[in-house]
T-cell receptor, first 115, second 112 residues
Framework: DAKTTQPTSMDCAEGRAANLPCNHS???????VYWYRQIHSQGPQYIIH???NNETNEMASLIITEDRKSSTLILPHATLRDTAVYYC????????????????FGKGTLLTVNP | DVKVTQSSRYLVKRTGEKVFLECVQD?????MFWYRQDPGLGLRLIYF???????EKGDIPEGYSVSREKKERFSLILESASTNQTSMYLC???????????FGDGTRLSIL
């Protein structure tokens, strides 16, 4: 299973961009990178996912390096409500040859957005 | 918008009771999952289902069973609750393939 490494915590000023790094140096060619976040006492919230191209949606941007060994989640204008634990995940196939997968959440990065 | 609804946010039960946790999704997703989340251990997969009446064991199925009689509903059953099953239980659903899993808000279960 590909493992991910993230900083334990980060701070960001409100209104500034938050850049959350993730290392996944053992990722294989067909594994996607997913980002989720979890606010205390709530279920994880899906943010974005990608394979090798950069991706953007209404919540964030995902930048994946050319060698795919690392990625960065960018929240362009962080707000206080973005304070959460952010998880970078490489999916693990559940059944051999199948397309179903499980998510293995590590410890994530606690992002604190300060006023 | 994606909606996964878990029947209870908080639940308190006694040791030995049979406990039912219900999850409903309104997105016509084929896959549904049950995880538990414990401090320091992250999320661990208990069971998943990729079709009605189909189920597969995850990493920690002991002491649990599941039921999926309809596509939108996936139930987790604790056959005889024990204190070590006190945890946050999370249900998720997804389409096939690379589509992301979407989670409910969780049920915080306490077994006394």
């Amino acid at each position: 299973d590909a493992k991910t490494t993230q900083p334990t915590s980060m701070d960001c000023a409100e209104g500034r961009a938050a850049n959350l790094p993730c290392n996944h140096s053992t990722i294989s060619g067909n594994e996607y990178v997913y980002w989720y976040r979890q606010i205390h006492s709530q279920g994880p919230q899906y943010i974005i996912h990608g394979l090798k191209n950069n991706e953007t949606n209404e919540m964030a941007s995902l930048i994946i390096t050319e060698d795919r060994k690392s990625s960065t989640l960018i929240l362009p204008h962080a707000t206080l409500r973005d304070t959460a634990v952010y998880y970078c995940i490489v999916r693990v196939s559940l059944l051999e040859g199948g397309s179903n997968y499980k998510l293995t959440f590590g410890k994530g990065t606690l992002l604190t957005v300060n006023p | 918008d994606v909606k996964v609804t878990q029947s209870s946010r908080y639940l308190v039960k006694r040791t030995g009771e049979k406990v039912f946790l219900e999850c409903v999704q309104d997105m016509d997703h084929e896959n549904m999952f049950w995880y538990r989340q414990d401090p320091g251990l992250g999320l661990r997969l208990i069971y998943f289902s990729y079709d009605v009446k189909m189920k597969e064991k995850g990493d920690i199925p002991e002491g649990y069973s599941v039921s999926r009689e309809k596509k939108e509903r996936f139930s987790l059953i604790l056959e005889s609750a024990s204190t070590n099953q006190t945890s946050m239980y999370l249900c998720a659903s997804s389409l096939f393939g690379v589509q992301p899993q979407h989670f409910g808000d969780g049920t915080r279960l306490s077994i006394l």
